[in-house]
Protein backbone atom coordinates (compact mmCIF):
# COMPACT_ATOMS: atom_id res chain seq x y z
CA UNK A 1 0.00 0.00 0.00
CA UNK A 2 1.34 3.28 -0.41
CA UNK A 3 0.25 6.07 1.33
CA UNK A 4 0.14 10.21 0.42
CA UNK A 5 0.81 13.03 1.84
CA UNK A 6 -1.89 16.05 1.75
CA UNK A 7 -2.19 19.55 2.68
CA UNK A 8 -3.83 22.61 1.55
CA UNK A 9 -2.11 25.26 -0.15
CA UNK A 10 -1.56 28.73 1.08
CA UNK A 11 -0.37 31.91 0.53
CA UNK A 12 2.82 31.43 3.28
CA UNK A 13 4.73 28.86 1.11
CA UNK A 14 7.15 29.18 4.39
CA UNK A 15 4.04 27.33 6.66
CA UNK A 16 2.86 24.96 4.03
CA UNK A 17 7.15 23.31 3.66
CA UNK A 18 6.61 23.12 7.46
CA UNK A 19 3.43 21.23 7.40
CA UNK A 20 4.67 18.73 4.55
CA UNK A 21 8.09 18.43 6.53
CA UNK A 22 5.80 17.46 9.67
CA UNK A 23 3.58 15.23 7.89
CA UNK A 24 6.47 13.00 6.10
CA UNK A 25 8.57 12.82 9.41
CA UNK A 26 5.59 11.14 10.66
CA UNK A 27 6.21 8.84 7.67
CA UNK A 28 9.72 7.99 8.93
CA UNK A 29 8.96 8.38 12.32
CA UNK A 30 5.49 6.64 12.70
CA UNK A 31 4.95 4.37 9.66
CA UNK A 32 4.06 1.18 11.81
CA UNK A 33 2.48 2.61 15.06
CA UNK A 34 -0.85 4.15 15.13
CA UNK A 35 -1.39 3.94 18.62
CA UNK A 36 -4.09 6.61 19.91
CA UNK A 37 -2.73 7.19 23.65
CA UNK A 38 0.42 7.64 22.22
CA UNK A 39 -0.66 10.44 19.69
CA UNK A 40 0.36 13.40 21.82
CA UNK A 41 3.51 12.30 21.68
CA UNK A 42 3.71 10.96 18.09
CA UNK A 43 2.57 14.92 16.81
CA UNK A 44 5.37 16.45 19.13
CA UNK A 45 7.68 14.14 17.64
CA UNK A 46 7.04 14.94 14.38
CA UNK A 47 6.67 18.96 14.73
CA UNK A 48 10.32 18.90 16.27
CA UNK A 49 11.73 17.44 12.97
CA UNK A 50 9.96 20.03 11.27
CA UNK A 51 11.30 22.87 13.83
CA UNK A 52 14.71 21.44 13.49
CA UNK A 53 14.45 20.91 9.76
CA UNK A 54 12.25 24.52 9.15
CA UNK A 55 15.33 26.49 11.53
CA UNK A 56 18.17 24.85 8.95
CA UNK A 57 16.64 25.75 5.77
CA UNK A 58 15.61 29.53 7.77
CA UNK A 59 11.68 28.84 7.45
CA UNK A 60 9.18 30.70 10.09
CA UNK A 61 9.08 27.97 12.57
CA UNK A 62 6.82 29.89 14.90
CA UNK A 63 3.96 27.46 14.97
CA UNK A 64 5.69 24.96 16.34
CA UNK A 65 5.81 26.47 19.81
CA UNK A 66 2.20 25.23 20.57
CA UNK A 67 3.45 21.22 19.67
CA UNK A 68 6.77 21.47 21.78
CA UNK A 69 5.19 22.84 24.97
CA UNK A 70 3.99 19.23 25.27
CA UNK A 71 6.90 18.16 26.64
CA UNK A 72 7.10 19.82 29.88
CA UNK A 73 5.73 17.14 31.72
CA UNK A 74 7.90 14.21 30.19
CA UNK A 75 10.61 12.34 32.38
CA UNK A 76 14.50 13.16 31.30
CA UNK A 77 14.90 9.39 29.53
CA UNK A 78 11.59 9.56 27.61
CA UNK A 79 13.12 13.27 26.33
CA UNK A 80 16.63 11.58 25.35
CA UNK A 81 15.39 8.41 23.22
CA UNK A 82 13.06 11.01 21.60
CA UNK A 83 15.23 13.00 21.09
CA UNK A 84 17.87 10.95 19.38
CA UNK A 85 15.26 9.50 17.33
CA UNK A 86 14.10 12.93 15.98
CA UNK A 87 17.23 14.60 15.49
CA UNK A 88 18.60 11.57 13.27
CA UNK A 89 15.33 11.97 11.43
CA UNK A 90 15.62 15.66 10.81
CA UNK A 91 18.78 14.87 9.52
CA UNK A 92 17.56 12.28 7.05
CA UNK A 93 15.32 14.56 5.98
CA UNK A 94 18.11 17.47 5.32
CA UNK A 95 20.82 15.38 4.02
CA UNK A 96 18.05 14.23 0.96
CA UNK A 97 17.27 18.01 0.72
CA UNK A 98 20.57 19.01 0.14
CA UNK A 99 22.05 16.41 -1.99
CA UNK A 100 18.77 16.50 -3.64
Do not use: C
Amino acid sequence: MQRGIEAKDRANQADLAVTLIHEYAHALLHFDGDDEPERAKREVEAEAVAYIVGRYFDLDTSGSAFYLAAWQDDDAESIQERLGRISSTAQEIIDTVVEG
